[in-house]
């Protein structure tokens, strides 16, 4: 039963029809509030139930204050939860499971079900096997279904089987391009007996990177696999009150500087500024010069900057990109007067209340590269080389772009003009930068390579090896994808080939980009490239990069060379392309073509020729790089509305492979014991109708002292599955033979596969295990505490009763809204992280998993405590409470028997949060509810 304490039910006619509407404007002092929190508050005023969400919380929200720390819980119920297949196949376990768990314990499984629409876009899940040939899509097609048929039967299952669940088939596009063309709403409709209720379009997605869709001012961020099964499943999302950062945007962008140079610019601002856990809201005179590609492209990083979303306001440019995708008119008049009416219009003259504001003008944007491990750590493309060099020498990433910089005030480059690609005249060029920063620290050692149609070359560190236009961040933009191809086009024509020793790709994020590409007359020229169409999804984004040259590879590994991938992706942490290549940058489409063409990060493309063309003269990327107009040209004659609703018109079907999948009946699913995809999960393993009571953590061990900026990527597995690790034995023992091990992310049903992956990345660096890179640690369950993986030692440690902890630094957990980086974590028997700052999504999956986040005491970490990891750990505090107390007390005790103790602070931040905790985490206390509903929350607060 909904409440209406604020009387704000109105009504809103458009073309005749009448709509039932919560209206803003009926309460006072709501003008002066963002945008994002005038979408928050019409979520609390129209699920009002006096329970869950209450009027004080509408209240609260009324008189935010920017300028206060926001403590005030409130529950935010979205319109719908959109999936994509890594994280979506766990959801879909977790809930088949619960129906068997719902039905031993008396209840019925057919309670289990989605209550609000929920649809899973499969993009994960393609590999690149074969490339840079006229078949690659079709093989690498036909590759993925074979590999993946159990997992996508489990998702027809469920699809025929479960309540408003979608699934959109595998090959169609990545979850957030298809979520932005097709999929969002912007405002949505329901029907109700008193008539047809509009509202704002809202969700949450297993997929960090949901906020993409921000940028067609929908409201929505990325949270973990656990908490999107709880919002299906009617759990309203508990949050703090945010605080809201206000990003002015003033100016154009320059001609040669692209969206993605635009979104590295603001990355590394963002990050620097700090803004983990706010929202972050664009407005001011620039917004219009902002196309909403731009705006889709800004907002899908917002994981890279640690906001939880960043939003653009409902402007004539939103509305023009709903005709361009095919949306029917009357909808966008819908939205149109919804936004007006409701003060969510963008007025570029009028701020808001924020917390904090920035600018940028979009003037001063360069083109940049973002790399090699980080993607808030923006390289101009100007200083390139010389940083790379300096990165190779050993230098901290501060000090080699000290370096590159230094390096460009040498040269005549000039600094003030950040753009080289407009020079017409040769002699105007500016010349090479300076290199002798790279002479004095690093020197070259090339290694020969022969690749078997004999051809001949050398490679060296800082080679690129891969170049792959790919991810949902720039494949979602049609002038930067089209800049690419028109680059590709004047590469061609001037005779430039790509260097044979790069692995090329283009994966786009739906049909409808080969379609504009194809009408333009491009794709020729980007395939006499290499870039043939590998498939439609993430790829080499996810780590579905492939394996690399055969004799490239070879070369890598027998010299321990240091190589370097290009990719127009939004993630580049350590160990996630390719477990080969050790630098990882992305860059614009456009750079990552130019890049394949030089094979190298020690060419400057900013002043530096590319090739030799077929006229035997230098040709440098401002020959080739499209102008403006080119390119707005280009997407004017080839990109049509009827483009996105005849692409989208069967978005549902599939392909032959898709439609003539054999799907079992029934209102559970069959688990096939001999499946290593799919397998029933031990979450709800004896579980009792009540929790046990919570319990003080004893004579605990530490599993892994970890240092700062330990990412899900570093925890959660990822990528390929290695055949002498933890998980490539158990593939092994059950009979899959190497070529069939595919990726974690594909296993990611099978938890007995991912808690041996877990802590595994190949780049992992356990500070407990010196001298090793990847999952180890010590046992100490036997003398001396020798060296072995994480998951063998957890194995030992379960044998003995031994509860584990973890040990981390700052921003613990941040990358992506991974679930199995807390799934993990929990069955390897971690019952505390212990860690100097949380991601936020991380952060909520531990307590959603039943492990508790511990903070340290302000200005101290393991390193200031004198932890070495090899102490005993009990944590008190826990025993005979409902709710942990805002503090607990830690005491490790060393080998020599001495004690350090200090007070933890407890990171479970809302009452929700504290009930999670309680049941032992968020599923069995779902099911608990489900059962038993007018038990009702167990708690009123932390603390």
Known sequence: MTSNSFNTRDQLTVDDKTYIFHNLN????????????????????????????????????????????????????????????????????????????????????????????????????????????????????????????????????????????????????????????????????????????????????????????NGLGVLGWGVGGIEAEAAMLGQPVSMLMPEVLGFKLTGELPPGATATDLVLTVAELLRHTGVVGKFVEFYGPGVANVPLANRATIGNMSPEYGSTCAIFPIDGETLSYLRLTGRPEHQIRLIEAYAKEQGMWHDPVREAEYSQTVELDLGTVEPSLAGPKRPQDRVPLRIAPNAVCALLAGESQSDALKIGLDAASASSFPASDPISLAHDDPSDAPRPLADDSCAATWKPRPVPVTLSNGQRFEIDHGSVVIAAITSCTNTSNPSVMLGAALLAKNAVEKGLVTQPW?????????????????????????????????????????????????????????????????????????????????????????????????????????????????????????????????????????????????????????????????????????????????????????????????????????????????????????????????????????????????????????????????????????????????????????????????????????????????????????????????????????????????????????????????????????????????????ITGLAGTKVPTHEVRVTATNPQGQTQTFDAVVRIDTPAEADYYLHGGILPYVLRQLLDPAAGPQNPGPG
Request: hydrophobic residues 35%.
């Open 26 to 213: 009926r309460i006072d002092g709501v003008k002066r509030l963002p945008y994002s929190l005038k979408v928050l508050l019409e979520n609390l005023l129209r699920n009002e139930d006096g329970e869950r969400i209450t009027a004080e919380q509408i209240k609260a929200l009324v008189e935010w204050q920017p300028k206060h720390v926001q403590v005030q819980e409130v529950q935010y119920t979205p319109a719908r939860v959109l999936m994509q297949d890594f994280t979506g196949v766990p959801c879909i376990v977790d809930l088949v499971a619960m129906r068997d768990a719902i039905g031993d314990l008396g209840g019925d499984a057919r309670r289990i079900n989605p209550l609000i629409p929920t649809e899973l876009v499969i993009d994960h899940s393609v590999i690149v096997d074969v490339f840079g040939r006229p078949d690659a899509f079709r093989t690498n097609a036909n590759l993925e279904f074979e590999r993946n048929a159990e997992r996508y039967q489990l998702l027809r299952w469920g699809a025929q089987t479960l309540d408003d669940f979608k699934v959109v088939p595998p090959d169609t596009g990545i979850c957030h391009q298809v979520n932005l063309e097709y999929l969002s709403r912007v405002v949505f409709t329901r029907d109700t007996p008193e008539g047809t209720l509009a509202y704002p379009d809202t969700l949450v997605g297993t997929d960090s990177h949901t906020p993409m869709v």
């Open 502 to 874: 790069v692995k090329t790709s283009l994966a786009p994020g739906s049909r409808v980009v080969t379609d504009y590409i194809e009408r333009a007359g491009l794709t020729p020229y980007l395939e006499a490239l290499g870039f043939h169409l590998v498939g439609y999804g993430c790829t080499t984004c996810i780590g579905n990069s492939g394996p690399l040259i055969p004799e490239v590879s070879a070369a890598i590994n027998d010299n321990d060379l240091t190589v370097c991938s290009m990719l127009s992706g939004n993630r580049n942490f350590e160990g996630r392309i390719h477990p080969e290549v050790r630098m990882n940058f992305l860059a614009s489409p456009p750079l990552v073509v130019a890049y394949a063409l030089v094979g190298s990060m020690h060419v400057n493309l900013t002043s530096e020729p590319l090739g030799i063309g077929s006229d035997g003269k230098p040709v440098y990327l401002r020959d080739i790089w499209p102008s403006p107009q080119a390119v707005e040209d280009a997407v004017t004659a080839n990109l049509h509305a009827e483009m996105f609703t005849q692409g989208y018109a069967d978005v549902y079907a599939g392909d032959e492979h898709w439609q003539g999948m054999e799907v079992p009946e029934g209102d559970t699913f069959e688990w096939q014991p001999e499946s290593t995809y799919v397998r029933r999960p031990p979450f709800f393993d004896g579980i009792g109708h009540t929790p046990e009571p919570l319990t003080d953590i004893t004579d605990a061990r530490v599993l892994a002292l970890l240092g700062d900026s330990v990412t899900t990527d570093h925890i959660s597995p990822a990528g390929a599955i290695a055949p002498d690790s933890p998980a490539g034995r158990y593939l092994t023992e059950h009979g899959v033979e190497r070529k069939d091990f595919n990726s974690y992310g594909a296993r990611r049903g099978n938890h007995e596969v991912m808690i041996r992956g877990t802590f595994a990345n190949v780049r992992l660096r356990n500070l407990l295990a010196p001298g090793t890179e990847g999952g180890f640690t010590r046992n100490f369950t036997q003398a001396d505490g020798p060296v072995t993986t994480i998951y063998e030692a957890s194995e030992n440690y379960a044998a003995t009763g031994t509860p584990l902890i973890i040990l981390a630094g700052k921003e613990y957990g941040s990358g992506s809204s991974r679930d199995w980086a807390a799934k993990g974590t929990a069955l390897l028997g971690v019952r505390a992280v212990i860690a100097e700052s949380y991601e936020r999504i991380h952060r909520s999956n531990l307590i959603g998993m039943g492990v508790i986040p511990l903070q340290f005491p302000e200005g101290q970490n393991a390193k200031t405590l004198g932890l070495t990891g090899e102490e005993v750990f009990t």
